[in-house]
């Protein structure tokens, strides 16, 4: 018999605001576990370590301030990946 595919979608919390949402709706952040660097993951499927924000400007300010998404990942966050998926947030906004 085929497998029956699960209409569930998995509840992730954002890192900045703390607000939980289907994580389809949140961006990742990952840290790879054998060099421990943190990338922005679009796909949400590289291995490793992840973290969620929402995908909105407040969160990624109480994020910077906070340092939310470095505690969450115990790793540094280099500025030019929260640039990253700052600009591909504000892509996805222009073209919706």
């Known amino acids: 018999m085929p497998k ?12 900045a605001c703390r607000r ?11 840290r790879d576990p054998q060099t421990r660097q943190v990338a922005f993951d679009p796909s949400q499927r590289l291995p490793g370590r992840g973290a969620y924000l929402c995908p909105n ?9 906070r340092k939310s998404l470095e505690r969450a990942l115990n790793a540094p966050i ?6 990253a998926a700052q600009a591909q947030l504000e892509r996805e906004q222009l073209a919706s």
Request: proline letters at 8%.
């Open 4 to 15: 029956k595919k699960s209409l569930h979608s998995p509840i992730r919390r954002c890192a």
């Open 20 to 30: 939980t949402a289907p994580k389809h709706t949140l961006l990742r952040f990952v």
């Open 57 to 65: 400007a407040e969160c990624f300010r109480l994020a910077r301030k």
């Open 78 to 83: 280099p500025e030019a990946v929260l640039q």
